[in-house]
């Protein structure tokens, strides 16, 4: 399993960043896929899951009606658009395949290696 996100980077309040994150190693179409993210000094957090299904998707109060999240199963890529950024979602995202589990304190083989995204003016 190897999951790799781009797209990270610092951007003003108010802003907008597209993560995506390319998959391999397993059969992408198959899976849930999710973003979580953790702020510095924080704990992991779910942002986003997206299933094998059209409008099967799922988001976090924090972000809902700002991120949209997206994939496309024969690039094996997922995507996370982010909208009306806020200093509070500076953190670095990650991609997972599966979905996140409540309490997580450490990355598995399931999980990328992260982008750092900064909100700041």
């Known amino acids: 399993v190897q999951l790799v996100e781009s797209g990270g980077g610092l951007v003003q309040p108010g802003g907008s960043l597209r993560l995506s994150c390319v998959a391999s190693?397993?059969?992408?179409?198959?899976?849930?896929m999710t973003w979580a993210r953790q702020a510095p000094g924080k704990a992991f957090e779910w942002v986003s899951s997206i299933g094998r299904g059209v409008g099967d998707e799922v988001y976090a109060a924090s972000v809902k009606g700002r991120f949209t999240i997206s994939r496309d199963n024969a690039k094996n890529m997922v995507y996370l658009q982010m909208d009306s950024l806020k200093p509070e979602d500076t953190a670095v995202y990650f991609c997972?395949?599966?979905?996140?589990?409540?309490?997580?304190?450490?990355?598995?083989?399931?999980w990328g290696q992260g982008t750092q995204v900064t909100v700041s003016s």
């Open positions: 997972l395949r599966g979905g996140f589990k409540s309490g997580t304190n450490s990355r598995t083989s399931d």
């Open positions: 190693g397993f059969p992408f179409s198959t899976f849930v």
